[in-house]
């Protein structure tokens, strides 16, 4: 069993910068591919970024290329996403992933364990 608790969500002003955490539970968690996730109002859910288990694998969202930059850390069992230069569109509640395979995939179906939520609003 896995679990994902994910922080630093929260209210920025567009243009500014978040750091949100997952910190997951495991002794395998270096074997896990991670991922993130939004879903905005009325909206589907949507891959944001996702990171293979060693790190050497990485995909993002078109819209957040260059702004956004996922990553991870073995030893600590965390996942980070790093979100600068935010815009309003941005705004949605952020879910990290884990996948319990190494290997890199984007569509949600393919990750086993989710976490709860942070939200991440983007005022204009």
């Known amino acids: 069993q896995v679990q994902l608790a994910e922080s630093g969500g929260g209210l920025v002003q567009a243009g500014g910068s978040l750091r949100l955490s997952c910190a997951a539970s495991g002794r395998t968690f270096s074997n896990y591919a991670m991922g993130w996730f939004r879903q905005a109002p009325g909206k589907e859910r949507e891959s944001v970024a996702a990171i293979s288990w060693s790190g050497g694998n990485i995909y993002y969202l078109d819209s957040v290329k260059g702004r956004f930059t996922i990553s991870r850390d073995n030893v600590q069992n965390m996942a980070f996403l790093q979100m600068n230069s935010l815009k309003p569109e941005d705004t949605a509640v952020y879910y990290c992933?884990?996948?319990?395979?190494?290997?890199?995939?984007?569509?949600?179906?393919?990750?086993?364990?989710w976490g709860q939520g942070t939200q991440v609003t983007v005022s204009s």
């Open positions: 992933a884990a996948r319990t395979q190494p290997g890199l995939r984007v569509a949600g179906s393919f990750y086993n364990y």
